[in-house]
C-alpha cells in the first residue's frame, strides 16, 4: 500500500487528469445510475459545478505534467566536468 501511495505521488498529474475526466463525465452527463450505485444531478447549477471542477483538475494536471517536463529539460541541460587536480581548475 505505501509503494501504491508513493507511486500516485510521483504522478500526480495523471491523477488529477484521470478524477477531472471522470467529474466531467459525471456532470455532463447529469450523473451514474447503475443497479447498485444511484447519483443523479437533476439540478442545472450542481452539474454546471461538477463539470467546472473536472474542468479545472484536468487544467491543473496538464499544468503540472508541463512543469515536470520543463524542469527535467533545464536540469538535463548541465555539464560536469570533473577536475582532477588544482592545475586544472587554474
Given at each position: 500500500?505505501?509503494?501504491?501511495?508513493?507511486e500516485?505521488?510521483?504522478?500526480?498529474?495523471?491523477?488529477?487528469?484521470?478524477?477531472?475526466?471522470?467529474f466531467?463525465?459525471?456532470?455532463?452527463?447529469?450523473?451514474?445510475s447503475?443497479?447498485?450505485?444511484?447519483?443523479?444531478?437533476?439540478?442545472?447549477?450542481?452539474r454546471?459545478?461538477?463539470?467546472?471542477?473536472?474542468?479545472?483538475?484536468?487544467?491543473?494536471?496538464?499544468?503540472?505534467?508541463?512543469?515536470?517536463?520543463v524542469?527535467?529539460?533545464?536540469?538535463?541541460?548541465?555539464?560536469?566536468?570533473?577536475?582532477?587536480?588544482?592545475?586544472?581548475?587554474?
Amino acid at each position: 500500500m505505501k509503494e501504491l501511495s508513493q507511486e500516485l505521488l510521483k504522478r500526480t498529474s495523471i491523477v488529477f487528469i484521470l478524477i477531472g475526466g471522470i467529474f466531467l463525465l459525471l456532470g455532463a452527463s447529469g450523473g451514474i445510475s447503475t443497479s447498485v450505485l444511484a447519483l443523479p444531478i437533476d439540478d442545472a447549477s450542481g452539474r454546471v459545478t461538477i463539470v467546472l471542477v473536472g474542468l479545472i483538475l484536468i487544467a491543473s494536471g496538464i499544468y503540472l505534467a508541463w512543469r515536470e517536463s520543463v524542469l527535467s529539460q533545464q536540469e538535463s541541460k548541465v555539464d560536469v566536468k570533473v577536475i582532477k587536480s588544482a592545475e586544472e581548475l587554474y
